[in-house]
């Protein structure tokens, strides 16, 4: 899907919420769309003091956590990094879909799976022990299919 198109259903989804995506908002989501791996914060903040001189560690954070909120990115905390969600423009809400990341500790590929039978087997997991799950990420690190070949 082109870049543009994701931005802009990535607005309709906020306007429908009632919340706005930003002209900064937008430019964050976009250098988060265009990273070929998850990306840090202050990666995002060298970036856009190319286009926005007085862009601090604020002006980023306020927005990654909007972006978040929305359901439009996802924290890895593995790598203290941000990446785009792939259900985003399904708009289940922020996040309310089961996702896993696949993390190749070589060459840093990240990959996003959706897999609800795996969430399930955690969440029962978790109720055989009382608890009651409200979020799940995990992060499973490894090696990719490329890495693995001898």
């Given at each position: 899907?082109?870049l543009d198109t994701m931005l802009e259903q990535a607005a309709a989804q906020c306007a429908k ?111 055989r022990a009382g608890f009651r799950v409200e979020r799940m990420t995990v992060e499973l690190e490894g090696l990719c299919a490329a890495c693995a070949?001898?």
């Amino acid at each position: 899907m082109e870049l543009d198109t994701m931005l802009e259903q990535a607005a309709a989804q906020c306007a429908k919420r009632g919340a706005q995506l930003t002209p900064l908002r937008r430019q964050v989501l976009r250098l988060v769309l265009e990273a070929e791996q998850p990306v840090g914060a202050y990666a995002l903040l060298d970036q856009l003091k190319a286009q926005r001189a007085g862009a601090a560690p604020p002006t980023v954070y306020r927005a990654l956590d909007f972006l978040l909120e929305q359901g439009l990115i996802h924290k890895l905390e593995r790598l203290n990094a941000f990446t785009p969600c792939i259900e985003a423009g399904h708009d289940h809400g922020a996040h309310s879909h089961p996702h896993q990341f696949l993390i190749c500790r070589r060459c840093g590929t990240t990959t996003e799976l959706t897999d609800h039978e795996a969430a399930h087997a955690l969440e029962a997991a978790a109720a055989r022990a009382g608890f009651r799950v409200e979020r799940m990420t995990v992060e499973l690190e490894g090696l990719c299919a490329a890495c693995a070949k001898p």
